[in-house]
Structures are given as C-alpha cells and as structure tokens.
C-alpha cells in the first residue's frame, strides 16, 4: 500500500513537472502568465485536431481563477490537480473536493495528454511560430495589466453613503439632513467649488456654461425640490439653484448658523440612498466636477482620512512631481521616491530655514520615511473604515517600503506632509484639500505664499 501511495505521489510530480515545463514554454515574453492566445498555441501545439478555439475559451475562462485576463501557473496546476503548487509536493494520492476533482478530471481529460508528455520542441516551434504575428499586442495587453493592479476601484456611491453614515467613528446606519449640509459645508470650506474644476480634469458632460458655486443652503433647496418632484431632472436642479442663489450667496461666514429648519426643513430628515444619489448628480452638472470629486471630498471631511481621485492624484503626480506616463504605463504607476519628494518640497517653496512657515531641510527625509514605515498600518486604517460598515474583510494591500504608488498612497503622502506644515503652512492651507490644489497649481490657488 505504501508503495502505491508513493507511486501515486511519484505519478503526480511527475505529471507536475511535465506541465510546468509546458506552461514555460508557453509563456513566450517570460512574464509568468499566459494569455488566451499562448494557452490555445499550447493546446493546439500538443493536438492540433483535438482543440477548437470554442473548447480552449471554455477551458481558459474555468482556469482563470481569479478573472483578470490570465493564467498562472498556480492558477493552472490549481484548476488540474485540485491543489496549490506548494502543497503539490507533499501529495500523497488523495483527492481534493468533489468539486475540485471534478473540475480536475474535466481538464485532466484535455490536459492529461498535455500534462503527462512533452511536446517535441519541432512541433511546438512549428506551431508556436504560426502565431508571432500577435505576440506584440499580446505583450501590450499584459503591460496594461500589470500597471492596473496597484490601481484602486472606481469610487462607489453606495459605498460612500454608507461610509458617510459613520461620521466620528459612530455607525448610525441613516444620512440626515442637517449632517449632510454641515459635512458639505465643510467640503466648501475644504476647496471643493469652482477652482477645483479648473485644475483638475473633469468628466461630467460639456453644459456651455461656467461652474455654479452652489453653497451648503443650496443644498437644502435641492432635497427639498426632489421631495416636492421625486421626477425632478438636472434642468429642474438648475433652474431652482438660480431662483435661491441671490439669497444663499454668499453662504454664512463659517460653519456655524447653517441651518435646514431657516428652509422649513426637519433636521432629523433621514436623506435615503436614492435621494442622496439624485443630489450628488444635481451637484455634479452645477458645479461641473465629477460625482467622484465630490463623493471623494465628503469621505475626506466625514472620516478624517484625505482621498482623492484618480483625476486628482493623476495632476499631482504630473504638475508636482513631474511624472510622464509613457505608453501603457499610468502615471499612477510610476513610484514616487524619497528624491521625488525632495524636489517637489524644493520647486514648491515648501522649505523655510527660519521654520516660520514652511518645512526645516532635514525635515523632508524625515516625513518621506516615517510615511514609508507606516503605510501599511495607514492602509489597513483605511480599508478597515471602508468595508466594517459592509461585514467585508480588508484587502491585503502590498506595499514596496521604498516609494509611494497609486492614489491611495499618494493621498496620504500629501496628508502626512501637511500635518508637519507649521500651522498649516502659516494659516495658508486649512486642510490637505487645499494643499494639493496648491501643488497643481500655486497660482490658480490665488494664496499669498510671499509672506
């Protein structure tokens, strides 16, 4: 019995070994993964007749485990045998689950042949070569790949709604009003209006008009429009912000004194999932920034956490720390080391030696390394906040501990460096909103950094 089980464990590396040999050779840009292309010239190499490009997209589609376009070599001994390359080894002729065996007959039946003998290297060459002609697009398709892993998710409206309903680490589990026209507030007092729109590029449609500077009591009338007509269209929202903007502007000076009862509104009005959708689409064709932009800056002021978008962190990452994305490759996707930091605090006047608004010259290194250390305990704060309302678990988010990557990251580099400003950079910033507007562009900022 022993030495069944021993020729079992034998037959199995064996047959591991001869499909890890294949999977090599079918890998053409040396790269770990194969492409739909590469997995049909492997299959094809072995039994020209035997594979149809119908059977091989049904076959890759069930090996590509974890949907992103391409199969690893984990990934395919996982779909074959049942079990993951480091366990593989220590098999000692036992079956999987009933699934797994299942999904591994299936495909032992196809790749048996492929797994067990090695094709002969004139028939794969021979074979392979037929196809060289769209290795180079496969090869692109790839690149785009990789640079889009450490990219973040489009931002989900539900997703912030629920994240918004936890301001100050409270879960309540409803929006209300008053809370909603204070945190947008705040977004104002943050940056969020017009100039923002200018420097950053915005995807909200082309009106042939100029930004509205819609203010927190604006707000109000928009709930109350959208409760009085549920059918209310962008037009509507655009004609009741003119009808009220003579009265609400200019809003009230700080943030005191808003209130929704001076409207004839309920402050404990509970602003639903739908209704508070319809008025981020209201404040996104006034103001002429994406429904991103603002969703963004409202997590910001309700967590305490500085985000920005992918727009946003994209023209901080050109203007302030001159980065080029060449190709396929994303500006997001070029790290951002302790140089690049230096420069940017240099040719942002960001230094003072006399330490009265700006940064000490020794300080800089500094900042960039204590970031650095304690980004992944920065991430996880963040990935925590975002999915405990949900009941999902954190993402393990993987870091480089040497530079700076993807908008994330770079949002709490540029949070991490207004916190040692100063005093806010002499009063000048009142919050990291308006710190990165200040890198994009300092004289779009209209501040006075003379002084």
Request: charged share 25%; net charge neutral; aromatic share 6%.
């Amino acid at each position: 019995m022993a030495q069944s089980n021993q020729k079992s464990s034998q037959e199995r590396e064996g047959e591991f070994n001869a499909v890890t040999a294949s999977f090599r050779e079918a890998d053409s840009d040396n790269d770990g993964t194969i492409s739909s292309l590469e997995f049909l010239n492997l299959l094809q190499a072995l039994q020209p007749s035997a594979w149809t490009e119908e059977k091989v997209a049904a076959v890759f589609k069930a090996a590509d485990l974890d949907g992103n376009g391409y199969v690893d070599l984990n990934e395919l001994l996982t779909f074959m045998f049942g079990v993951d390359k480091w366990d593989l080894r220590k098999y000692s002729g036992k079956k999987g689950d009933d699934d797994s065996s299942e999904s591994g007959d299936a495909s032992s039946s196809s790749s048996s042949d492929s797994g067990s003998r090695r094709p002969s290297t004139s028939s794969s060459s021979s074979s392979l070569g037929v196809r060289k002609k769209g290795r180079k697009e496969d090869r692109k398709q790839k690149k785009a790949v990789r640079n889009t892993k450490n990219e973040e998710p489009p931002t989900n409206p539900e997703e912030m709604y629920e994240l918004l309903t936890m301001r100050h680490g409270m879960v309540e589990g409803v929006l209300k009003l008053q809370d909603l026209v204070q945190l947008f507030a705040e977004c104002k007092c943050a940056g969020l209006g017009p100039r923002l729109a200018q420097l950053v590029p915005q995807d909200c449609g082309k009106w042939g008009r100029e930004p509205e500077d819609v203010s927190a009591l604006e707000l109000g009338h928009l709930y109350a429009l959208i409760k009085e007509n549920p059918a209310a269209t962008v037009k509507d929202a655009l004609v009741q912000i003119d009808n009220v903007k003579e009265v609400c502007r200019p809003e009230v000076q700080g943030l005191e004194g808003i209130e929704v009862s001076s409207l004839g509104l309920d402050h404990d009005d509970a602003v639903g999932f739908g209704d508070f959708k319809k008025m981020v689409e209201f404040l996104s064709a006034a103001m002429l920034l994406d429904q991103d932009t603002i969703l963004a800056a409202m997590a910001s002021q309700a967590t305490g956490r500085f985000e920005m978008t992918e727009a946003m962190a994209t023209a901080v990452a050109q203007r302030a720390f001159l980065k080029i994305g060449k190709g396929d490759t994303h500006v997001l996707a070029i790290p951002i080391k302790s140089n690049d930091f230096s420069r940017m605090c240099f040719t942002s006047n960001l230094i003072d030696k006399s330490r009265t608004r700006g940064l000490a010259q020794g300080q800089i290194a500094l900042i960039f390394q204590a970031t650095i250390k304690y980004m992944p305990r920065h991430l996880l704060a963040r990935e925590t906040l975002r999915t405990e309302s949900r009941g999902l678990k954190p993402r393990k988010r993987k870091h480089n501990h040497i530079s700076v990557l993807g908008r994330t990251q770079l949002s709490i580099l540029i949070e991490s460096l207004f916190k040692e400003l100063p005093g806010g950079f002499g009063g000048l910033y009142k919050c990291p909103f308006y710190l990165s507007m200040y890198l994009m562009d300092p004289r779009a900022c209209h501040l006075n950094t003379a002084a």
